[in-house]
């Protein structure tokens, strides 16, 4: 009975927490309607980016690699959407130029750290920093999306806003496809034992080339998400950049214990949407938000990693 109580705190413990954390936030501020659809609904809109750009990080993470440039990329994508939509006017054609500008430098990454075996980390860092110079300059020259049609986009509503209900449908699909489909099964494979899937026959470069485009694909509708939802925006990335990675580490803690996993992440990133609302609720000093948000990723890295060595001392024994 202990071992099971354990083996379901192991799993669910993150989501009951979770929960505690919105009831304790009720019973601190009774006045408001936390758990009122409007509410929700806002709260969900506000974590649309955070969770898409979290899913593109986990699929690069799960094929056993790294990366940092995301922080950059957001940004840069971001203004690179609201640049091109003020050029053209039109949606779709902005959405394909962002897409393309992200599909060409994560293929530069991986094409980086699979063919000429650089390190990932040092790529992405490098990265990172290029973005930001780019994002900077293009910002000069755009500070706002000008044509309302294209920041409809984000206050589109079936109900939920139709940027919420594609998260969610694109979560399922994510989670269906890492966890029921034989590529799913191979990037896991090829990122928690690179050697064993090399002998299985398992093409890890093509495996870890495809998680990069599937990231460049999620990070592209983030930050058009985001652009359209503020109008522009300035550095965000670097805002975004300890939530995106305390989702990803967080969800590694639950679930799958020690493992980044799609189910995870979404929760993950759930929990850093509702902490930093509830922050703003409560009148928390700015400063004080990115401290939190740096105490949540030690302690989930520390449940994350202690969840692997106790599954590693088990398979020993």
Partial sequence: MKNSRNKIMQKYGMPLGLLMLVLLVQVLQPGVPLLS???IRNILMQTVSISLAALGLSYIMIGGEGDMSFSGMFSMLSV????????TNHFGTAFIITLTVALLVNIMIALLVTRLH??????????????????KALHQQTTLIQNPGITAFSTISFGLPLVVLLMFVIYIVSYVVINKTRFGFHLRVVGENGDAGIE????????KLTAYVIAACLL?????TESTRVGAIYEQGKNYMLPIFVACYLGSSMFVSGRVNIAGTFVGALFMGLADTFMKMMN???????IVQGGILILSVGLASY???????QVKV
Avoid: H, W
């Fill in 37 to 39: 659809f409007n509410n």
């Fill in 80 to 87: 690179v959407f609201a640049m091109c939509a003020n050029r």
């Fill in 118 to 135: 650089f390190s990932s980390f040092i790529v992405s860092i490098a990265v990172m920093f290029m973005a930001n110079g780019i994002e």
């Fill in 200 to 207: 299985a026959g398992m093409d890890g470069r093509k495996l």
């Fill in 220 to 224: 592209t509708l983030a930050a058009v």
């Fill in 284 to 290: 928390v000093e700015s400063y004080l938000i990115p």
């Fill in 307 to 313: 969840k692997s060595r106790e599954q590693i001392q």
